[in-house]
């Protein structure tokens, strides 16, 4: 560890507050900084120095879902949970930084099978980025959950990430009324947030 990334990881260390995020030692290690960017989010780095974006404080990134091949793919899963609410929160992110991104159709439906989506996206740019968002309904057992999705391709290079949210009540057998639109909201801000360090 050089002088630099000991001063840093002692910087969100020592400034270390009671969130699940900067108690979890895994997690630690893809934030910047102790201090939040945006009310009730850190900013968090890939370690392939691929993007940033947004995460929230209440999160946790999955030990043993982290995959990383050098500085070209990079994918994990974390999760969020509102305890307040009854809500649970899952998400999937996975980078690229190869020529094979460019091919958006084979990505959607690389995401559409993830999803098991089998609908039309909306297309809009965002930031020098284009994105290809989704949303839908996943329905076990008369319980709903709230799937959002999107393709986001950068517009001057082969990186690219695909972005998994899932919503749903944390305990189905208590009382668990999520606000779909404010949800919608905060799953949309989040996947904006994807900036790519080119």
Do not use: W
């Not at 969130?19 to 939040?36: C, I, N, P, V």
């Not at 994918?75 to 996975?94: I, R």
């Not at 965002?126 to 393709?151: L, P, Q, R, S, W």
């Amino acid at each position: 560890m050089t002088g630099n990334e000991k001063v840093e990881k002692e910087k969100v260390v020592g400034s270390a507050p009671e969130t699940r995020a900067l108690q979890d030692e895994f997690t630690k290690e893809f934030l910047t900084s102790g201090e939040e960017v945006q009310e009730g989010y850190y900013q968090f780095k890939s370690k392939t120095d691929g993007f940033t974006m947004l995460f929230p404080k209440d999160g946790k990134v999955s030990s043993a879902s982290y995959e990383r091949n050098e500085n070209l793919y990079e994918s994990f899963s974390f999760g969020e949970n509102k305890e307040d609410e009854n809500l649970a929160f899952y998400y999937m992110v996975t980078y690229e930084d190869r020529p094979i991104t460019n091919d958006v159709d084979a990505n959607l439906r690389l995401l559409s099978s993830y999803a098991n989506y089998e609908g039309d996206y909306e297309e809009f740019e965002e930031n020098g980025h284009t994105i290809y968002y989704a949303e839908d309904v996943y329905e076990v057992d008369g319980d709903k959950a709230y799937n959002y999705f999107t393709y986001i391709k950068s517009n001057n290079s082969d990186q690219a990430v695909r972005f998994f949210a899932r919503s749903s009540c944390k305990d189905f057998a208590e009382e668990c009324s999520p606000e779909q639109d404010s949800i919608k909201d905060k799953f949309l801000m989040m996947m904006k947030s994807v900036s790519f360090l080119e």
